[in-house]
């Protein structure tokens, strides 16, 4: 059954599988397995390693998707059928390359939001909020504002951190009342307001916004004091 599939594959993500087949350092396999408490195995590659080995398929015209159906083929192919956890760090590589630029728009939010809500653990999300949906949001505004509040009242945990997160780097572009609304609506006494992940985001998104404006965030984190949870708190005026 597995070897059908993979002969259907397209060919940017067979070409990815095969340079993920006997790679890698077993022991670090290993480490990389626990620490992420992965259903899925590791090869054992080093980050560096991982893109240094994606860069030239990525780059190669022979193998880049012709279209908006094929790419999407290609991101499902590597992230619904993996033999390792890697295939998903190589759907996410394809997702956001520079190739697939003609598609960064809010038709391909469908395809994010399965990504999130399959991926379901940090190292898939933290990767495709910030820099797959955010930059969608930060070119289509309109559009996407209301997408990324109704995530953030979704009952899917990932979804909620994704649209919390989904403004990192957006420095002076940050749409502050949508950061405000995606944050009131996860303090505590909401859905998932005292899991850790949906905590940690909360601090992140603000810890980082106050690189461009410390008095915004001192301000919010005062006026929502009372259901601001210790660790959001703590990480927001981390460095004020």
Not at 2 to 28: C, E, K, N
Not at 116 to 136: N, Q
Not at 211 to 216: A, F, G, I, K, L
Request: proline share 8%.
């Amino acid at each position: 059954m597995t070897t059908q599939r993979r002969r259907s594959d397209p060919p940017l993500a067979a070409a990815m599988r095969a340079a993920l087949t006997d790679v890698g350092d077993p022991d670090r396999a290993v480490a990389y397995q626990q620490y992420m408490k992965s259903a899925l195995p590791f090869r054992g590659l080093a980050m560096p390693e991982f893109r240094a080995l994606m860069r030239p398929l990525l780059a190669d015209p022979g193998l880049a998707p012709a279209d908006r159906p094929e790419w999407e083929r290609t991101v499902r192919a590597l992230w619904d059928d993996p033999e390792v956890r890697d295939e998903r760090y190589a759907a996410i590589a394809v997702a956001g390359h520079r190739a697939a630029r003609p598609w960064q728009d809010p038709d391909a939010l469908p395809l994010y939001r399965y990504l999130i809500e399959t991926g379901a653990w940090w190292d898939l999300v933290d990767a495709v909020a910030p820099r797959l949906v955010g930059p969608i949001l930060r070119s289509f505004p309109d559009t996407v504002a209301p997408v990324i509040r109704a995530w953030a009242v979704d009952d899917d945990l990932w979804v909620r951190r994704a649209a919390i997160i989904a403004q990192l780097g957006h420095r002076t572009d940050t749409d502050t009342a949508l950061l405000s609304d995606v944050l009131g609506a996860n303090l505590e006494g909401s859905l998932h307001g005292r899991e850790f992940f949906v905590r940690k985001a909360v601090g992140w998104a603000l810890r980082q916004y106050a690189r461009t404006d410390p008095e915004w965030v001192v301000a919010w984190v005062a006026a929502h004091e009372d259901r601001l949870s210790g660790l959001s708190r703590r990480e927001a005026l981390k460095h004020l």
